[in-house]
């Protein structure tokens, strides 16, 4: 039941021009009228507290209207937009054949490919871990990286 749905009905009469008598209208569960009369500070009270409900359900209302568009609008305002099931199906599959063409690389090469990639290793770092110069690394790096580009192409033709 909402403000709108009142089960009762209150109103002034007044007499004689002079005074004004307070009410309280409603009809009980087996349809018989009352008309109650009431003092005129339980009237005032029972209006504050009636138009405090009021404000309170049109609250939870407008409440209740924005958590049935929350999910929408994250979407619209995420950051990254979630991928579609065919981008997430797409995307496994590119990892796969970067790791296959990873996995294919002789062991010297894959292990210098990996260490700056996969764990932030510098060639300096990597040229002190194998005795050897920076620069050799650097190749080894460079040579990895075309012949990884050449098997994902292979893929993408095929």
Known sequence: MTFM??????RTEVRANV??????SFADG?????DLEVSEEFYVEF????????????????HQ???DLWDETLYRRAFRVPKSVEE???DAEQREVLRKAIDALPEIQRRRFLLPHEY???YTKIGRMEHCRPQSIRQSVIRAREKIKAEIEKYRNS
């Open 5 to 10: 749905d009142k089960v009762y009905t209150l």
């Open 19 to 24: 005074e004004t008598s307070y009410f309280i």
């Open 30 to 34: 087996q349809g018989e009228f009352y």
């Open 47 to 62: 209006r504050k507290l009636e138009h405090k409900n009021r404000n309170l359900q049109q609250s939870d209302w407008r």
């Open 65 to 67: 209207e924005a958590s």
């Open 88 to 90: 997430l199906i797409f």
């Open 120 to 122: 932030g290793f510098n």
